[in-house]
């Protein structure tokens, strides 16, 4: 549906690209970035609201590269909405409809089908959209993109205003909308929690420059570079150092506590690298249980130095080495924090696969473990 090859562009000293990505039709694909990535500029140019320097984009086969923004049957949701507050909210939605003179015939049915599956219907008749909460106005902006039936929706950071119960019930509504009409999304974002919940593809923008592209699963599994792991907050990522190689693992040293990570066939070690643990990869031993065979190695003994509670979910940090050298985030439930009484200062035991332990290189390149 939508094809990115090596797109380039330039404002002021701050580059974008080349850029090459591809997005699926009737896919949900996410692009998540930090502020100043170039994800706004990206979107512009895709939209045809900026002009590139370089490369291609093509849309369902045909390049619209230098096409003008009415040229390629796409929509767009920005952050601010851009309600128009003269008009009532069915007005708000037929606007398109309205300014391209199109027949009853030719919009009645899909307004007629957004109003019902949005929710729209006790709002219609509002005068004034300025009265409107934040999550009405989100849903009459999206009705008002969509009733035009375009080939593309574009959304830029579209929950951002909302509050946290707001933005997830749109966000499912959203997400059963397109995957009910096999609509194609392409949104914008910095909230690594909505990219995951709503993608399923993405891409991961940093300084200008696609780092990472592919199936959600994949960014948590394997980040492909140092720099990807640090945007999606990879808690335990230390400087390690390769010590010997022993049945098809790889044990490292990380600030004292060795390691096993199992790497892909046909990789070599290099002296400096990094290694990469997921606090849900990391599992609290009952001293009271037996281990079961697969657990003979990366038992890591430590003390529990903090419980930190995020109200929908709780880690524990937990120091390990013979000096508590290395600090780890290990995530627990609440149930697991009652049932073995964890408080602070508690001795504790914990596993990792060697499976779930990512190796990456100095350089910034990835050789993922798991």
Partial sequence: MIRVEALSARVGTFRLGPASLSV?????????????????????????????????IV???????????????????????????????????????????????????????????????????????????????????????????PKVLFLDEPFSSLD????????????????????????????????FIMADAMAVMLRGRIEQEGPPEAFTANPASLMVARFLLVQNLFPAFFVRESEGLWF??????????????????????????RPEALVVLRRDRPLAPWMTCNLLEGRVERILNLGNRRYARVSVGDRGSISLEVAVTQHLVQDLSLREGDAITLHVRPESVWVHWENGDSEGAS
């Avoid at 990535?37 to 512009?44: H, I, P, W």
């Avoid at 119960?165 to 929690?193: C, K, M, N, P, W």
């Avoid at 490292?252 to 643990?277: C, D, N, Q, T, Y």
């Fill in 59 to 149: 849309l369902d086969g045909v390049d619209v590269t230098d096409a003008p923004p009415e040229g390629r049957s796409v929509a767009y949701l920005p952050q601010d909405l851009a309600l128009f507050p003269h008009l009532s909210v069915r007005d708000n939605i037929l606007f398109g409809p309205s300014i391209r003179r199109w027949p009853r015939e030719r919009w009645q049915g899909p307004f007629d089908a957004l109003v019902e599956r949005l929710q729209l219907a006790p709002l219609l008749a509002r005068r004034d959209v300025r009265t409107l909460s934040g999550g009405e106005r989100q849903r009459v902006a999206l009705a008002r993109a969509l009733v035009l039936r």
């Fill in 164 to 195: 946290a119960l707001a933005r997830r019930s749109l966000q499912l509504s959203i997400l059963d909308l397109q995957r009910e009409a096999g609509l194609t999304f392409f949104l914008v974002t910095h909230d690594h929690e909505e990219a």
């Fill in 252 to 277: 490292l040293e990380a600030g004292g506590v060795v390691v096993a990570a199992k790497p892909k066939p046909g990789l070599s070690p290099r002296p400096s690298m990094h290694i990469g643990i």
């Fill in 24 to 56: 699926p039709a009737g896919s949900s694909f996410v692009l998540l970035g930090p502020t100043g990535a170039g994800k706004t500029l990206f979107l512009e140019c895709l939209l045809g609201l900026h002009r590139p320097s370089g490369g291609r």
